[in-house]
Nanobody
Framework: EVQLVESGGGLVQAGGSLRLSCAAS????????IGWFRQAPGKEREGIAC????????NSAGAVKGRFTISSDNAKNTVWLQLNNLKPEDTAVYYC??????????????????????WGEGTQVTVSS
């Protein structure tokens, strides 16, 4: 059974940092792309970043480049999302998701929520001003 469990969310002041974790199990970690997404109230879910452990490939959305960084540890089947210089508009539920890799990570394909098959329950990030 595929499982994705997010943790690390919380309440932080603007300018602060958080490190989100996504613990994966039930599938061959190297065969899948893991993506991070977020959804704010009243808004659509949006892609933040993705990574493939098979080759260490990464991609991220332009809006968060320079502030959010994705990384992974194959031995731990875990993907992290480092959130720096947080802003109130970053307030959202953050999700990790997984999909069997069939393409390279360049482009926007793996930043689209509709391309993913497995999802975690999410972790809330709230940024106060």
């Amino acid at each position: 059974e595929v499982q994705l469990v997010e943790s690390g969310g919380g309440l932080v002041q603007a300018g602060g940092s958080l490190r989100l974790s996504c613990a994966a199990s039930g599938f061959r970690f190297n065969d899948f792309v893991i993506g991070w997404f977020r959804q704010a109230p009243g808004k659509e879910r949006e892609g933040i970043a993705c990574t493939s452990s098979a080759d260490g490939g990464r991609n991220s959305a332009g809006a968060v480049k320079g502030r959010f960084t994705i990384s992974s540890d194959n031995a731990k089947n875990t993907v992290w999302l480092q959130l720096n210089n947080l802003k109130p508009e970053d307030t959202a539920v953050y999700y990790c998701a997984a999909v069997f890799r069939v393409l390279t990570l360049s482009g926007s394909w793996y930043l689209r929520p509709s391309k993913y098959d497995y999802w975690g329950e999410g972790t809330q990030v709230t940024v106060s001003s």
